[in-house]
């Protein structure tokens, strides 16, 4: 580094540090070196599949840490070497503060009832509304309107977009437990980079919908079982600006949602099956990453996945192995969605369009359709019990 003012020194000298100081870009990696170094020395490795896993597995159980810069979790069933043990491990190598049960965690905040784990961010909401000004703002029953599209040039372009791509910003974070904007949240990232006066009042009703439901939370049902299953769905060319289609899927783990997603193809879909089969293709992909960390935490899935799919024709060109020429421009995926069919990985039984709930992800239903889907996803009033 360069040498302080005062320091003497001469020209084209600098100094080597001994210890990465906190705030230089080399900090991060240099404190991950060396908590992984500790960390192994006490019998844990990482996941293949997640580096910021750790595991030790023993025949008495195992122990799951998971890393976040200098934060972490811990959980386990070793009756043995338990998680005391660990904190106390660790507290002899580096300065450290135990906060008990898991409360509160990077802006989540955990609550127990006897149905489950809830997770919300209602204290995070908060924030957001008063930074925009709307904690006394009028409520509204969905984030968006029925049917809504926009394009680049809607409206005015903002004099500051300072406060916009701020806010989306946020929001994107919120998605991690308010799956039910991941969608409205799609819809507003794509004009972060010249937002509009009609951006910015869509991102004002979604902060509306927020204030209606400040104290939504997801549950994570304690007596729920340990099988997959997805749901896999498209909106063909459904942006107006260049026809491209937006995947979206969501997958549960028993009754608890676990993994979801809402974004635009890279590419342009010919036909509605083309699109919905590019989603699929992208579901397996979170499906099959799924399974491997399972079964880095000791939940072996034995059976297939079930992703449930409304198309038909795509479902079909998954079961039948001869290319045609319609299908061809997308061979790579065929391979690879057909390839975790027939190795069973997977299974796909149809659902109609009416009951596929990953459609909360591609598009802006009805207010009652809205409430049904949200409504099978677990999410429930945090003082639910």
Known sequence: MVPSPGVPHSPGEVC???????GLKQAPRAWFEKFSIVIAS??????????????????????????????MILTGDDVLWNSRNLKLQLAKQFEMKDLGTLQYFLGIEVAYSPRGYLLSQSKYIATILEQARLCDARTVDTPLELNAKYTSSDGI?????????????????????????TYAVHVVSQFVASPTSVHWAVVLRILRYLRGTQFQSLLF?????LELRAYSDA???????DRKSTTGFCIFLGDSLISWKSKKQPIVSR?????EYRAMASTIAEIIW??????????????????????MS????????????????????????????QHGTITLPFVSSSMQIADLFTKSPSTQRFRFLTGKLSMLPLTAS
């Open 221 to 225: 049902p304690s007596s729920s079982s």
């Open 16 to 22: 080597k540090l001994k210890k990465a100081l906190y």
């Open 157 to 181: 372009p903002l004099s500051d977009p300072t406060l916009y791509r701020t806010v989306v910003g946020s929001l994107v974070y919120l998605t991690i437990t308010r799956p039910d904007i």
């Open 290 to 311: 799924l399974r491997w960390l399972l079964a880095d935490m000791g939940v072996s899935l034995s059976g297939p996945t079930p992703m449930h799919c409304d198309n």
């Open 235 to 241: 909106d063909w060319a459904g942006d107006p600006t």
């Open 271 to 275: 036909s509605s099956t083309e699109a």
């Open 314 to 341: 795509a479902i079909q060109i998954t079961c039948n192995s001869v290319f045609h020429e319609r299908t061809k421009h997308i061979k790579i995926d065929c391979h690879f969605t057909r390839h975790h069919f």
């Open 42 to 71: 006490l019998g844990f490795h990482p996941s293949p599949h997640d580096s910021a896993l750790f595991l030790r597995c023993s025949p008495y159980g195992r122990i799951l840490l998971s890393l976040y810069v200098d934060d």
